[in-house]
C-alpha cells in the first residue's frame, strides 16, 4: 500500500473515530500527535486494518485513541514478538534476586544435545539472540497442529543443531528466548504465564494484560487478520484454523515469543519501568541493563530481549531508544532523550503491508513529539 492510499480515504476516516486522551495540563499532545491518528483513521477507512490503538506518551502528558473495532483504549492485542521483553523482564527479576548469572552456561540448567558448540552457550546468547537456535523449529507447524505444550516445543529445541556457534554471529531467534523462559520456569517453580503475571503485569497494577488468556476469553482480545499473517503463524493455509494465531489454542498457550495480551496503555507503563527506573519490578541497575547493548560491534545491537539503538524505534529517535515490533502487526519504543514512549498495536499483520500502517503512525509521532521537546 502506498502513502497516497491512505490520504485519498483519510476524509472518509475523519471524525468518524472514537478518540479518548488523558493528559495533565495541556491538550498541546493531542495536537501533535493527530497526524498519527490521520493515518489510522485512513488505514480503517481504507478497509486495510480492522483495530488499531495508540497510546502516547511525553513526560507526564499521555493521549490514547482506538480505531475500527477497537472499541477502547483498552483493547488488548496479540503482541506477537514484544513478548519477548516483556517475559525477559520476568526473567530479570530472579537475576536481581541472584539466582542466575548471565554468563551461566544453559547446560547448567537444561540438558542440551552434545556439540555445535552447545557447551558455550549462555543465557546472555539466548536473550540477545547470538545463541545460534533457530527463530522456529522445522518441526513448527506439525508440533502446533498437534497442539503441543511448551514442554515439548522445549525438548524438539534441545535437540535442533545449531546455525553457528555460540556468540559467533546473530540470527533472530523465537527458540532462544523459549529456552530462556525454561530456565525462568526451573528457578522460579513457575510457570512462564504465571511469573510474567506475578512479578510484572501484578507489581505494576495492569488490568489488560495477561501471558495466554488467563482469566479472559477469546471475545476479550482482538483478533488478528490471519489471512495475511506469516506462514509459521498459519497464513495462507485453510487447514491452520486450529493451531494460527486466532485460534485458542495459539491464545492459551502463552508462547514466550509471541504469546502475550495488552493494551496500549498497559504496554507503556511496562515500558515506563526502564524509562523511568521507579524499580516496581526490576532495581535501576538491572532496567539499565536490559536496554543497553550486549552484542559486540561487529553483530546487531541488542539489549536483554530488547532491540535497542536509533533503529529499534521510529525514523527521528534517538540512539538511546528501545523497543521492539511484532509480527502481528504492532511496535512500541521508549525514548529516553525526550522522555517519550509510543505504542501502536493494530491486528494488520506486519508482512501484510509496506509501509506498514504502523509504522507510519509511529513515524508521525516522532515527528510530531520532536516539535514540542
Known sequence: MQRREFSQSLAAALGAVPL??????????????????????????GGHVQSATLHVRLREQRFSACFGDAKSPDAMFLLGSISKPVCMTALMTLFDQQRFALDDRVAKYLPLAAGDG?????????????????????????????????????????????????????????????????????????????????????????????????????????????????????????????????SEYWRTLGAPWGGTHMSASDVAEWLSEFLEQRERVLTATTAKLMIQNHNPENLESRGLGFDVGRNSGSRGCSDQTFGHTGSTGTIAWADPEIRAICVVLTSLPGRAMDPHPRELAADAVVRGLRLMV
Request: hydrophobic share 40%; charged share 20%.
Open 118 to 246: 552447545r557447551e558455550s552457550m549462555t543465557l546472555r546468547h539466548l536473550v540477545t539472540h547470538t545463541c545460534g537456535l533457530p527463530d522456529q523449529l522445522p518441526e513448527n507447524n506439525r508440533l502446533r497442529a498437534g497442539h503441543a505444550g511448551l514442554d515439548e516445543f522445549v525438548t524438539a529445541v534441545l535437540q535442533t543443531p545449531l546455525l553457528f556457534r555460540p556468540g559467533t554471529a546473530y540470527s533472530y531467534s523465537s527458540m532462544g528466548i523459549l529456552l530462556a523462559s525454561r530456565v525462568a520456569e526451573l528457578l522460579s517453580g513457575r510457570s512462564i504465564s504465571n511469573l510474567v503475571q506475578q512479578s510484572v503485569f501484578d507489581k505494576l497494577g495492569l488490568q489488560h494484560s495477561v501471558q495466554g488468556l488467563g482469566r479472559f476469553g477469546l471475545k476479550d482480545v482482538v483478533p488478528v487478520q490471519i489471512d495475511q499473517a506469516a506462514p509459521e503463524a498459519g497464513g495462507g493455509d485453510p487447514t491452520a484454523k486450529l493451531w494460527d494465531w486466532n
Open 20 to 45: 479518548v486522551s488523558a493528559g495533565n495540563d495541556s491538550d498541546e499532545l493531542p495536537k501533535k500527535v493527530a497526524k498519527a491518528c490521520d493515518v489510522l483513521a485512513a488505514a480503517v477507512a
